[in-house]
């Protein structure tokens, strides 16, 4: 560890230890480790931790020896003193499982051989209490998962925590583009200082990846997936060298977005065509020159033949021989390659929710070991609510990732509060029904249901240069609910809200039950005052801020809205049954009927597949065209309640946080009304009816909405008319 890491850290240990919070501004995240003040709680962890054991060695156990220092001591209130013995009795006892005395190896037998991987085992043994695992980095996952034990005060009597990650690769993708900018970024500029990398080195850095480790996330795409190839040029190399080195200890590994032409742009050959030698051996060289900067560099991410960007298909070759062609140059090295399923051609006239299917379903088992392809939660594009992609039931012969949206493209940007875990969870247990019930998508993810020699998750990162890192103070859970469901895809969103809301502000439960349900109906709410019943994709266009249902004027028919709500006299939805686009053929039987029939269609995903009557009945009794203002309404409605529910929650969080999430849940309201007034308005022209009693009437008319243009809206480059 360098001199100035030490001193930073041994102040803020003493800093804790004197009780100053140094940051009351969301930097910290979910590791303030606040002082803990009930002395019952206080007095069982002293007996527990009167000295600690720690194995030392590497840059590793350095972190976690600094983590628990920093950790405990503020915790405590008091510095727990190091020993050089494992044997002191109400010790905590810290070490790889080879590296501890023989009387505890013997005692922990059992459990050994279950600690897989990156897996730890926290457990009692004869009046100590061990951390132990097979590496490193298991260490270091085990002291955070300790110290959100204490963090939660929760007790260390018999503890007993065996936790191994169900996945191999928990990767966020950063849209971080090379000028500073991010692709659907709403929380600032991109944290990467291309400019002054690889000589300065932002503290940002280091919490980054220090964050990351604690909910178990391993990896990094650093670059935007609509890639620029300089990333791969030698002085682009060497920048990502040095951000490498600041996230080694922390297990966190670098991957690149690779540009498919770049050995055209940075190479000089007339071709990217992947069968060409040329190409090959450029892909190789260039491969062997990352490794030997970064010998530990994690592989290549790549949008291929998607919106635009190039691809195998630009010389005839498919999506298996363009990645199996950049799997081969990294394959010496233990590189894998991501390869997005995230592909929609404007020269397919099929409806765009199975054309990923339709590229990439016949190519299964045609791609190396070392391919992932990665699936987007959704086949049309994060939607607010999407139904599961049908590939997670379709491809029993290849790995399938999945990629999961915490930015919030199309969930209100950091503006609103919205909890994703939810969705996620949604996502995870829904059953494809592949091998018969209880097929979860899950199961697909973590590579059980048909055997996976390896597995992952990608969330699309919501961090930026705000000094909170996620712009809303709590869509920082969405980044913590993304690295727990990425370790654990098993996980319910109850508990991750739980531990996230006990760690980041306080563990009352006065202020944790109303939040707890704050969180968990956030999604659906969101749901209601922007997309209910199954519509999607009928946000403004370009920035996908507000509302544009009725945009129709786009070069490509799929992205206008029009295309996708299809509201006429008659009704309103996209027919997805065999009647319409068929694309319900792409799920399982079991799946296929129960989406095909509108009376057993999960009412969420009914104007998703179905196109029905505005006088359709819903099984509340109302008519459809009732039920949509009804829903808009209660996603409103959500937002009051949530405000009259904070108001309540001043106590619990600081100033500057209070006064922060209630000005923006004045925004969220005032967006809320914004969808339901300009949607309603919107559809009224064609359903022809009246509001319904329920819905408040909007106060604008529909011209009005209309009108509304921001062409300087976050995450995509201006566009001013
Ligand atoms: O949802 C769309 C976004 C694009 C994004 C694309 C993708 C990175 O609007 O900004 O491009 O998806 O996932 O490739």
């Known amino acids: 560890m360098s001199f100035s890491k030490k001193i930073t850290l041994s102040v803020l240990a003493i800093l804790s230890v004197m009780g100053i919070s140094h940051a009351n501004n969301g930097y910290d995240l979910w590791l303030k480790y606040r002082k803990i003040e009930d002395p019952g709680i206080l007095t069982g962890y002293t007996k527990h931790i009167r000295a600690v054991y720690m194995e030392e060695g590497n840059e590793t156990l350095d972190a976690a020896r600094e983590e628990l220092s920093v950790g405990l001591g503020s915790l405590l209130g008091t510095a727990v003193p190091y020993v050089n013995s494992q044997s002191g009795d109400h010790s905590l006892v810290i070490g790889k499982i080879r590296n501890l005395d023989r009387d505890i190896r013997k005692h922990l037998n059992g ?10 085992l926290i457990t009692t043994c004869q009046n100590r209490t061990v951390i132990t695992a097979h590496k490193d980095i298991g260490i270091l996952y085990g002291v955070f998962r300790f110290l959100r034990q204490l963090q939660m005060h929760k007790s260390l009597e018999e503890i007993h925590i065996l936790e191994v990650p169900e996945t191999d690769v928990r990767v966020l993708n950063h849209w971080d583009n090379l000028d500073g900018t991010v692709e659907r970024g709403y929380a600032g500029a991109s944290i990467w200082k291309w400019q002054k990398l690889p000589d300065y080195i932002d503290r940002r850095y280091e919490d980054y990846a220090r964050a990351n480790a604690s909910v178990g996330i391993n990896g990094a795409v650093l670059t935007n997936v609509n890639a620029s190839a300089w990333v791969l040029s030698p002085s682009y190399i060497e920048k990502v060298a040095a951000l490498a080195k600041v996230f080694r200890p922390y297990g966190i590994k670098v991957y690149l977005a690779a540009r498919f032409s770049a050995p055209i742009e940075i190479g000089g050959l007339p071709t990217a065509d992947p069968l060409n030698p040329e190409v090959q051996q450029w892909w190789r060289d260039k491969a062997n020159e990352i490794y030997g900067k970064i010998p530990d560099f994690g592989g290549f991410l790549v949008k291929a033949n998607s919106e635009g960007q190039p691809g195998p298909q630009d010389y005839g070759r498919s999506h298996a021989e363009g990645a199996n062609m950049l799997a081969d140059a990294l394959a010496p090295h233990n590189g894998i390659v991501m390869w997005r399923a995230f592909v929609y051609s ?16 016949p190519q299964d088992g045609k791609f190396r070991d070392n391919v992932l392809i990665q699936v987007k939660n959704g086949a049309i594009d994060f939607q ?17 990732m999945m990629e999961f949206q915490i930015t919030q493209e199309y969930l209100g940007f950091s503006t609103h509060l919205v909890f994703l875990p939810k969705l996620y969870e949604e996502v995870l247990k829904a059953d494809t029904y592949r091998h018969g019930k209880g097929s979860l998508v899950a199961k697909v993810i973590d590579g059980t249901l048909d055997r996976k020699p390896i597995t992952g998750m990608a969330g699309v990162a919501n961090i930026g240069s705000d000094i909170n890192w996620t712009g809303h103070p709590l869509a920082q859970a969405n980044w913590y609910g993304f690295g727990r469901l990425a370790w654990d895809p098993y996980l319910g969103a109850e508990q991750i809200a739980d531990e996230w809301l006990r760690l980041t502000f306080s563990n009352k439960s006065d202020f944790v039950q109303p939040m ?13 005052y922007m997309t209910p019943l199954g519509l999607h994709h009928i946000m403004a266009t370009g920035h996908h801020y507000g509302p544009g249902p009725w945009v129709d004027n786009l070069s ?4 206008n809205p029009v295309y996708y709500h299809k509201a006429a006299t008659r009704g309103i939805g996209f027919d997805r049954t065999p009647s319409g686009s068929n694309a319900t053929s792409q799920y399982a039987k079991e799946v296929a009927a129960m989406f095909n029939d509108p009376e057993t269609c999960p009412e969420e995903y009914l104007l998703w597949f179905h196109h029905l009557p505005w006088d359709y009945k819903l099984q509340s009794g109302k008519t459809l065209w009732e ?10 409605d959500w937002v009051r309640d949530t405000q009259a529910t904070w108001n309540k929650m001043k106590p619990y969080v600081n100033e500057q946080q ?5 000005m923006l849940l004045n925004i969220q309201l005032k967006e809320a009304k914004w969808w339901r007034d300009a949607c309603m308005l919107y559809f009224r022209t064609f359903s022809k009816r009246e509001f319904p009693e329920e819905m408040e009437k909007p106060s604008r008319t529909l011209a009005y909405y209309r009108s509304l243009k921001f062409p300087y809206a976050p995450g995509i480059k201006p566009q001013p008319d």
Do not use: C
């Not at 459990?111 to 730890?120: E, L, P, T």
């Not at 049908?390 to 399938?400: C, I, Q």
């Not at 707890?516 to 209601?528: C, E, F």
């Open 111 to 120: 459990d050994v051989s279950k600690i897989k991987k990156d897996g730890f």
């Open 346 to 361: 404007e020269h397919d006239t099929s409806d765009r929710a199975k054309q990923a299917y339709s590229e990439f379903v």
């Open 384 to 400: 607010p609510r999407e139904p599961f992609h049908p590939m997670f039931g379709a491809m029993p012969e290849t790995p399938l």
């Open 516 to 528: 707890k349900a704050v969180l968990l109906k956030s999604h659906d709410a969101a749901v209601n």
């Open 556 to 559: 490509r028919p799929e992205w």
């Open 627 to 636: 039920g949509l203002g009804i829903k808009y309404q209660e996603g409103v």
């Open 658 to 662: 209070f006064q922060e999430v209630s």
